[in-house]
C-alpha cells in the first residue's frame, strides 16, 4: 500500500514546496495613527499618502457631507454647498440660503406648488362667498313675496 502512494501522480494544481518561496515577498511599511484616537471608527478614517521622501503615511479624512435637503420632498438643493453641520454655522447667511421665498429650506418646485395651492384656496374661498351672495340674493325676494 505504501508503494502505490509513492506511485500516485501529484495534481499539477498543487505549487510544489519550492515555488512557494520563490515568490516576491516585499515588507509592507506598518502605519500608526497621527492623532488622539487609535480605533477605526467612522470619525477616524484615514488616506494611505506617499511623502516625497517615499515614506508612507496617514492623512485624515473629513467626512462626507450628505449637505442640505428640500424639507418637503428630500431632493438635494440647488444652489447650497455641501458642507459639516459646524461648518455651515461659520457661513454668512446670503451663503446659506437662495435668493427666493423658502430659499435654502425647500426647492423650487416645491415652492411653486405651494403658492399655487394658497392661490387655488384663495380663489375657492371667493367662489364660496360669490355663491353664498347669490343664494342669499335668490332667497330675498322669495321671502318678500310671501310677506305680502
Known amino acids: 500500500s505504501d508503494l502505490s502512494r509513492a506511485a500516485l501522480p501529484r495534481p499539477s494544481f498543487a505549487p510544489s514546496v519550492s515555488a512557494a518561496f520563490i ?13 488622539q484616537c487609535r480605533y477605526n471608527t467612522k470619525s477616524n478614517k484615514q488616506r494611505i ?9 496617514f492623512q485624515a479624512v473629513k467626512k462626507a457631507s ?3 435637503k428640500c424639507g418637503d420632498c428630500g431632493k438635494a ?7 459639516r453641520p459646524m461648518e455651515y454655522r461659520r457661513l454668512k447667511n ?9 430659499g435654502g429650506s425647500r426647492c423650487a418646485k416645491c415652492v411653486r406648488t405651494r403658492i ?4 387655488l384656496i384663495e380663489e375657492q374661498k371667493c367662489v ?21
Open 116 to 119: 399655487v395651492r394658497a392661490f
Open 23 to 35: 515568490v516576491n515577498s516585499k515588507m509592507v511599511q506598518r502605519l500608526t495613527y497621527r492623532r
Open 94 to 102: 446670503r451663503e446659506k440660503r437662495v435668493s427666493r421665498a423658502y
Open 77 to 83: 438643493l440647488i444652489g447650497l454647498p455641501r458642507l
Open 49 to 57: 499618502v506617499k511623502t516625497p521622501g517615499g515614506k508612507l503615511t
Open 66 to 68: 450628505k449637505g442640505p
Open 128 to 148: 364660496k362667498q360669490v355663491l353664498a351672495e347669490k343664494l342669499s340674493a335668490a332667497k330675498e325676494p322669495k321671502a318678500k313675496k310671501t310677506k305680502k
